[in-house]
């Protein structure tokens, strides 16, 4: 098993990355200023979902055949974009709604259990379709992994189940105050039509940056 060591400098390096700017706090920014903290929580939990999904396929090996495979890492990043282009499309043509009381607000920000799961699966999505948070995970986990302290795949899902566990924690904190911020924002038509134009320009910007990704 890894020594607790390794795993506070593990940690403290993941809170790190999830502090630097990239798609995926930035999408967990967007979404929650525009549709609340709840609904950008749903996300982080998606992405996080999707961590274990990376650390999987590195820990099963599936991680270097994507590696290896010009065909599989163009659709995985071909899809990716196309997710994020329809993101992008939805966000410029987001209604814009004014709550005048605060009961309207509250009806507004209850999820059903349908919607927070699809909130979920959006944040899944984004993670999985993105074949550099994959090729990153193959290069960065194994770093911290000790052939002599027992078996690979499992210290190297432990790492994931931490990185998860730091994810969480600076995602969450992001959702949760640009949630609040985004309330001020939903007072405002035209701060609302504001922030659905930058969400779109970002999601379409991440997505031409995703396209011009190589191996």
């Given at each position: 098993m890894l020594?607790?060591?390794t795993l506070i400098a593990f940690f403290g390096v993941a809170v790190l990355l999830g502090l630097s700017p990239g798609p995926d706090n930035l999408f967990v920014l967007l979404q929650s200023a525009q549709c609340g903290w709840r609904v950008g929580l749903c996300v982080v939990l998606g992405l996080c979902l999707g961590v274990v999904g990376?650390?999987?396929a590195v820990?099963?090996?599936l991680a270097a055949i994507v590696a290896a495979s010009p065909m599989l890492f163009t659709v995985l990043k071909v899809c990716g974009a196309a997710y994020l282009l329809y993101m992008a499309w939805g966000?410029?043509?987001?209604?814009?709604?004014?709550?005048?009381?605060?009961?309207a607000q509250v009806q507004r920000d209850v999820l059903?259990?349908?919607s927070a799961l699809g909130w979920v699966g959006r944040g899944l999505v984004m993670n999985l379709t993105n074949p550099k948070v994959l090729i990153f995970f193959l290069a960065f986990l194994p770093q911290f992994a000790d052939p002599a302290r027992g078996?690979?795949?499992?210290?190297?899902?432990v790492l994931g189940c931490v990185f998860?566990?730091?994810a969480w924690l600076v995602f969450g904190s992001i959702a949760c105050f640009s949630g609040l911020f985004g309330q001020i924002l939903q007072r405002s038509a035209r701060a609302q039509r504001w922030l659905n134009r930058i969400a779109a320009t970002v999601f379409g910007a991440l997505a031409l940056?995703?396209?011009m990704v190589q191996r």
């Amino acid at each position: 098993m890894l020594a607790w060591e390794t795993l506070i400098a593990f940690f403290g390096v993941a809170v790190l990355l999830g502090l630097s700017p990239g798609p995926d706090n930035l999408f967990v920014l967007l979404q929650s200023a525009q549709c609340g903290w709840r609904v950008g929580l749903c996300v982080v939990l998606g992405l996080c979902l999707g961590v274990v999904g990376h650390t999987a396929a590195v820990a099963l090996g599936l991680a270097a055949i994507v590696a290896a495979s010009p065909m599989l890492f163009t659709v995985l990043k071909v899809c990716g974009a196309a997710y994020l282009l329809y993101m992008a499309w939805g966000a410029w043509r987001a209604p814009v709604e004014i709550s005048e009381t605060a009961q309207a607000q509250v009806q507004r920000d209850v999820l059903t259990l349908q919607s927070a799961l699809g909130w979920v699966g959006r944040g899944l999505v984004m993670n999985l379709t993105n074949p550099k948070v994959l090729i990153f995970f193959l290069a960065f986990l194994p770093q911290f992994a000790d052939p002599a302290r027992g078996s690979v795949p499992v210290q190297i899902m432990v790492l994931g189940c931490v990185f998860m566990a730091s994810a969480w924690l600076v995602f969450g904190s992001i959702a949760c105050f640009s949630g609040l911020f985004g309330q001020i924002l939903q007072r405002s038509a035209r701060a609302q039509r504001w922030l659905n134009r930058i969400a779109a320009t970002v999601f379409g910007a991440l997505a031409l940056k995703l396209a011009m990704v190589q191996r």
